[in-house]
C-alpha cells in the first residue's frame, strides 16, 4: 500500500512541531493571496496607464501564465532535490518582489514581460507549498486542506481590501511597492520559522522503493487528469473574477474603483468562509456531494454575477460563486494526492491552476468578440461542467466497486 495512505506512519515529529509547521505553511498561503489580489485590483489603473485594449491586457495577462506553467513544469523537481520548505521560501521572495513590476510598465509588451516574471513566483510558490500541506495533511491524518486555502483567501479579501482603500489615493507604483516590502518582512520572518521546521516526512526515511516517483497504470493517470480538470474548471473561475471581476463593475456598471475593487473582496470573503468549514462538510457531505453541490452553486452565482443590472445583484453574485467553488479545487487535489501520491498533486495543481491563469486571457478575447458580461458567463459553464464530472467519477468508482 503506498505510504500515502498510511499518514501515522509518516512521521514521528511530536504534535507541536506539526502544529507550528501547519501555522507558518498558513502565513504563506495567506501571504500568496494577499500580494496576487493586490495586484489584480489595480488591473483597471494599469490598463489605463498601458492604453491596453481588452485583447491587448489578455495578451498581456497571458504572461502571467506563462511564467507560472513554465515554472510549475520544474518546480517539484526542485522540491524533490532541495526540499519543499526551502523551495517555499524562494518562491516567496521572488513572488514579493516581481509584485510591483506590472506597475511599472507604460506599455502592454513591458507589462507581459512583469507579469511573466510576476507568474514565475506564483507558480512556483503554488506547486512547493501545496506539496508541503499535502505531506503536513498526511502526517496528521485529517482533511484540513481546506484551511490552508481559506487561507489563501482571507489574503486574497485582505489584499482587495486593502487596494479598495488606497486605490483613490496611491498609484499603482506606490501601492505594489508597500506590498512588496510587506512580502519581503513576511518572508523574512515566517521563511526562517519554516527552513527550521522539519518536514513531516523527508524522503530519506522513505524505504528506497518509495523515493522515486511511482510509475502510474493508465487508470490511475487518467483519474488524476480528470481531478485535475476539475480543478481547471474552477479554478478557471476564481482567476476570472480575479483579473476581470473589478472590470466588470467599473466598466459596465459605472461602480466606483472603491466599489469595483469590493467585488473580488465579496468572492475572496465567501470563499474563505466556505473553505473554513470546508473540514465539516467534507466530514457530513463526503467529496461527491461537496463537488456537485459546490458547481451548481457557483453556476448559479455566476449567471447572476455576469448578467445581474445592478452593481450590487453582481456583488450578491459573485459572493454566491465564492461559496460554491470555496471547496472543489482543494477537494481534486486531495483526489488526486490520494491516487497517485505527490506525482498526482503536482499534475492537478499544474492543470489547476494552468485554469486559474489561463482564464483570464481567454476572458479577455471573448469580451473583445461579445462583451465582458458574456464572457463572464463561461465560469457558470465550467462550474456546471465540473460538478457533472465529479458526479461522473463517482459513479463511475461505484460500477468499478460493483464489478
Known amino acids: 500500500m503506498p505510504l500515502i495512505n498510511k499518514p501515522e506512519t509518516r512521521t514521528s515529529a511530536p504534535d507541536s512541531a506539526l502544529t507550528r509547521l501547519r501555522v507558518v505553511l498558513t502565513v504563506f498561503f495567506a501571504l500568496d493571496g494577499f500580494l496576487f489580489a493586490g495586484w489584480v485590483v489595480r488591473i483597471p489603473a494599469v490598463k489605463h496607464q498601458t492604453n491596453a485594449s481588452a485583447s491587448t491586457l489578455g495578451l498581456a495577462l497571458l504572461g ?36 510591483v513590476l ?24 503554488n506547486v512547493a507549498f501545496n506539496s508541503a500541506a499535502v505531506e503536513l495533511v498526511a502526517a496528521l491524518g485529517r482533511p484540513i486542506m481546506p484551511s490552508f486555502h481559506a487561507a489563501f483567501s482571507l489574503g486574497g479579501m485582505a489584499g482587495a481590501g486593502l487596494g479598495g482603500l488606497v486605490a483613490g489615493h496611491l498609484s499603482p507604483a506606490r501601492h505594489l511597492l508597500g506590498l512588496t516590502l510587506i512580502g519581503l518582512v513576511v518572508s523574512a520572518v515566517a521563511g526562517r520559522a519554516l527552513l527550521r521546521s522539519a518536514p513531516p516526512a523527508p524522503v530519506h526515511d522513505l524505504p528506497r522503493e518509495e ?45 466606483s474603483p472603491g466599489l469595483a475593487a469590493a467585488g473580488y473582496s465579496c468572492f475572496a470573503l465567501a470563499m474563505t468562509v466556505g473553505r473554513l468549514t470546508g473540514t465539516t462538510l467534507l466530514e457530513r457531505l463526503g467529496r461527491t456531494r461537496t463537488v456537485v453541490a ?33 471547496n472543489i479545487f482543494p477537494v481534486a487535489i486531495e483526489r488526486a494526492g490520494t491516487a497517485a501520491g505527490p506525482t498526482g498533486v503536482a499534475v492537478a495543481s499544474t492543470l489547476g491552476y494552468g485554469g486559474m491563469l489561463l482564464g483570464p486571457p481567454a476572458i479577455g478575447f471573448m469580451a473583445d468578440w461579445f462583451s465582458l458580461p458574456v464572457a463572464l458567463t463561461s465560469v457558470a459553464v465550467l462550474a456546471a461542467v465540473a460538478a457533472l464530472v465529479g458526479l461522473a467519477v463517482h459513479r463511475a468508482d461505484a460500477r468499478a466497486d460493483a464489478n
Open 211 to 255: 523515493r522515486a516517483p511511482r510509475r502510474l497504470d493508465t487508470r490511475t493517470r487518467g483519474l488524476v487528469v480528470v481531478f485535475g480538470l476539475i480543478a481547471l474548471c474552477t479554478a478557471y473561475g476564481e482567476g476570472a473574477l480575479a483579473d476581470w471581476g473589478a472590470l466588470h463593475l467599473e466598466q459596465d456598471l459605472d461602480a
Open 64 to 99: 502571467v501564465s506563462a511564467g507560472a506553467v513554465l515554472t510549475m513544469m520544474f518546480t517539484g523537481r526542485l522540491c524533490r532535490r532541495y526540499g519543499n520548505h526551502p523551495v517555499t521560501v524562494f518562491c516567496a521572495v521572488l513572488l514579493s518582489l516581481s509584485v
Open 102 to 125: 506590472p506597475a511599472l510598465a507604460h506599455t502592454a509588451p513591458a507589462l507581459g514581460a512583469a507579469l511573466f516574471v510576476l507568474g514565475m513566483g506564483y507558480g512556483g510558490i
Open 294 to 326: 459546490g458547481g451548481t452553486t457557483a453556476a448559479l452565482g455566476m449567471l447572476a454575477g455576469s448578467l445581474a443590472p445592478t452593481a450590487w445583484m453582481v456583488l450578491l453574485g459573485f459572493a454566491v460563486t465564492g461559496l460554491g467553488l470555496a
